[in-house]
Structure formats: C-alpha cells, structure tokens
C-alpha cells in the first residue's frame, strides 16, 4: 500500500523568508501524482500545487516551488517570500496514475499526517 | 471555478441519531470522495463513488453509508452516530478519465468541511 509521511508535525518562518516542508512516499507505481494542499484556519482545503510523476521539471506556481526527487521517492514544498496569508495546515499527498497494473485508481488521495506553518510577522 | 458545498459547518447530535452529511458539486465530476479528518491523522477515505449509484468503500467505511442518486450530490449517513466518529468531514470532487495523464483529471476539489460533535 501507498504511504505518505510528512515528519514535521510544525514548522515555523519569518515573513518574507524561505520555508521548505518535508514529504517522503512510498510506491511501486511508476505512474502517479504528487501534491501539496492547503488548510487555513477556515478550514477549506486548497490546492497549491500538482507535479506529475512522468515529468522530470519540478512544479512552480509563484512562490511555491517544489523539489521532486523520484529517486529518493521525495516530495518538498519550497516557500519563498513568507506571508502572514500562508499560515495553514499543509498536507502532501499522492495518487496512482489511471493507468497501471493495479487497475482503476479513480484518483484516490492518500495523505500525510500535514505540517502546521506558523509565519512570523 | 470549481465549487464544492457542504450542508453544514458545524453540526451537533446525540449518540445514536441518524447523521446525514451532504455535499453538491457544481462542475459535473464524476467522483465524489468523503474523509475525515482528525488530527494527527491527516485525512482518512471513508467512501468514494465515481458515477451516480456506484460507490466503494475507503479505508475507514465502519459505522458509515453513502448515497449517490443524482451526478452532482453525495451523502455521507452515519446510521446510528457514537461518540467516536466526533471529526471533522471533508467532501471533494474530482475529474475521471481512464488513462488520462493530465494532472487535472487527477486533481480533488474540497468543500469547506463538517465539524461534527456527537454527544
């Protein structure tokens, strides 16, 4: 079975500084997707940012920035520029591909335990 | 944009009380998924249905059904609550095609949660 571990419960940052939050999974399959979500204290669960397994370019969306190592089966969200606004609860997770031998996934997430960021001002 | 809705934010009940948990999605997916989130434990798939009748169970199904009658809504029933299913719920939707590579057919939209407390 798939798994997902993120081994920190919190993080912290000084506004406009640089964060990075770890994330480690484990799979067989060789077709699959990462990603990193967001939950503010509001509670909704936001998308951040997605990579695709079969792309060897890490994901970029403004400030976030990811480091993915296939290798090392690696996943870390890099945050440049801290804001106020990026205090959340984040969650790595991951989802197999349509394809594969272990037939119809239908994008099931599995997610890790997430990571507390407390921003500094 | 993708809109997900949850009938309640908060919800109390009492031991026993029949809980039904409901979630709309307006952009026509073809899965709908229910979690629970407890902290701790990240998020945790109880039930998912990826077209209208058609539901699976997730890793925690235990005290839980669904229901799927129309394309656009997906309930969550707690047949009889107990103090243990106290959590937070998430519904999310998502795109479906069969061997499809782009990461949007993969990608889960949430609504903004349950929070339900049983007594």
């Known amino acids: 079975a798939q798994t997902v571990t993120q081994s920190q419960p919190e993080m912290s940052v000084q506004e406009a500084e640089t964060v990075t939050l770890s994330c480690t999974y484990d799979?067989?399959?060789?077709?699959?997707?990462l990603f990193w979500y967001k939950q503010p204290p509001s509670r909704q669960m936001i998308l951040v940012i997605r990579?695709?397994?079969?792309?060897?370019q890490n994901a970029t969306e403004n400030r976030f920035s990811v480091n993915f190592q296939k290798a090392a089966k690696s996943f870390s969200l890099k945050i440049s520029d801290s804001q106020l606004g990026d205090a959340a609860m984040y969650f790595c997770?991951?989802?197999?591909?349509?394809?594969?031998?272990?037939?119809?996934?239908?994008?099931?997430?599995?997610f890790g335990q997430g990571t507390i960021l407390t921003v500094h001002p | 944009d993708v809109k997900v809705t949850q009938s309640s934010r908060y919800l109390v009940k009492r031991t026993g009380e029949k809980v039904f948990l409901e979630c709309v999605q307006d952009?026509?997916?073809?899965?709908m998924f229910w979690y629970r989130q407890d902290p701790g434990l990240g998020l945790r798939l109880i039930y998912f249905?990826?077209?209208?009748?058609?539901?699976e169970k997730g890793d925690i199904p235990e005290g839980y059904s669904v229901s799927r009658e129309k394309k656009e809504r997906f309930s969550l029933i707690l047949e009889s609550a107990s103090t243990n299913q106290t959590s937070m719920y998430l519904c999310?939707?998502?795109?479906?095609?069969?061997?499809?590579?782009?990461?949007?057919?993969?990608?889960?939209?949430f609504g903004p949660g349950t929070r339900l407390t049983v007594l």
């Open positions: 249905s990826y077209d209208v009748k058609m539901k």
């Open positions: 990579q695709e397994a079969y792309k060897q």
């Open positions: 799979t067989s399959e060789s077709d699959y997707y």
């Open positions: 999310a939707s998502s795109l479906f095609s069969q061997g499809g590579t782009s990461g949007e057919v993969h990608t889960q939209y």
């Open positions: 997770a991951y989802t197999r591909g349509s394809g594969g031998a272990g037939g119809t996934s239908y994008g099931k997430l599995t």
């Open positions: 952009m026509d997916h073809e899965n």
